[in-house]
């Protein structure tokens, strides 16, 4: 198996018009589930291309209410490939990146090299492995990535990590797609509701998850209680507004293959044929390859 490449095919020796999605246990985080290393395999590469940066008005507004002033480290927990950590770090004096994959750590360092970002180290670990001697933070990160992990047992670690007067930051975002509205945009919307029947006539219906089925869609809505029961106070909510974006047919299908549900590995022997088959959508649904879509507004919820 080779995992992280894209190139694992589950049905080995089978035509690809004989593949079928097998059925797998349902996974899920707090219920018994394992880090599965399989569960982006081969995203990595198209992660910081189909997924809509965070705005400069996201960092503006840490930076005017957090301990970011050139000193002190910041914690990024579940840091995929750096999309937060690097806008971060010419902030702290030392920005830790942390994910347990291998893949997505290797373009997050490739991206530190070509944005010349230098204060950031990546550590390969689990979240669930802090504090694994790394330094006490003034600031964490979970940007996308909380719901995962063991959430209880990770709070309670970076809890008992933070310096006297920092905090941790839950950044709740949707980056991979945009929402539906009547606003009038300047490029036809990207189809997703025919993408998301492309993968489902792929996959099937019960969406996927690394080896298993993902046991709920979306991000838990507890956080606050897990929060709290690991001893913080707040939160304290600023609300990032959404923009309008333009997006490529490279982008948008990029960001299919950014999702753990639509990991390129999933598809096996068939991926040729699905990328295919989207590519030719999108450019059906564009004359000029473009598209526009709003974007969700960005939650932090900050937590001392």
């Not at 991000?219 to 909510?237: C, L």
Request: aromatic share 8%; net charge negative.
């Amino acid at each position: 198996m080779e995992i992280g490449s894209g190139r694992w095919y589950p049905s080995a020796g089978l035509l690809e018009d004989d593949w079928v999605a097998p059925e797998e246990p349902e996974v899920g985080p707090d219920q018994g589930w394992t880090w599965d290393p399989s569960l982006y395999a081969g995203s990595a590469r198209y992660y910081p291309v189909g997924r809509v940066a965070y705005p400069q008005r996201l960092v503006e507004e840490l930076v005017a209410a957090l301990p970011l002033d050139g000193s002190g480290v910041l914690l990024d927990v579940g840091c995929g490939p750096g999309s937060l950590t690097l806008l971060l770090a010419p902030h702290v004096k030392e920005a830790i990146g942390v994910d347990a994959d291998a893949d997505m750590l290797a373009e997050a360092s490739r991206l530190a090299a070509e944005q010349q970002v230098r204060n950031v180290t990546w550590r390969h670990l689990r979240a669930e492995d802090l504090p694994a001697g790394l330094p006490d933070p003034q600031v964490v990160t979970l940007a996308q990535s909380f719901h995962w992990m063991d959430r209880p047992r990770v709070a309670a670690a970076v809890r008992s990590m933070l310096v006297a007067g920092g905090a941790l930051v839950h950044v709740g975002a949707t980056t991979h797609q945009g929402i539906d509205s009547d606003q009038e945009l300047p490029y036809a919307r990207p189809p997703h509701a025919r993408i998301d029947e492309l993968v489902q006539r792929y996959l099937g219906p019960q969406r996927r998850a690394g080896q298993g089925r993902a046991r709920r869609l979306g991000t838990p809505g507890d956080e606050d209680d897990i929060y709290r029961g690991a001893g913080f106070e707040g939160p304290e909510k600023i609300e990032v507004p959404g923009r309008v974006v333009e997006r490529t047919s490279e982008e948008i299908a990029a960001s299919v293959y950014s999702l753990s549900s639509s990991a390129p590995h999933l598809f096996g022997g068939r991926f040729g044929a699905f990328d295919a088959e989207l590519r030719q959508l999108l450019a059906d649904a564009s004359d000029g390859a473009r598209f526009s879509e709003q974007m969700r507004s960005i939650t932090l919820s900050i937590w001392r």
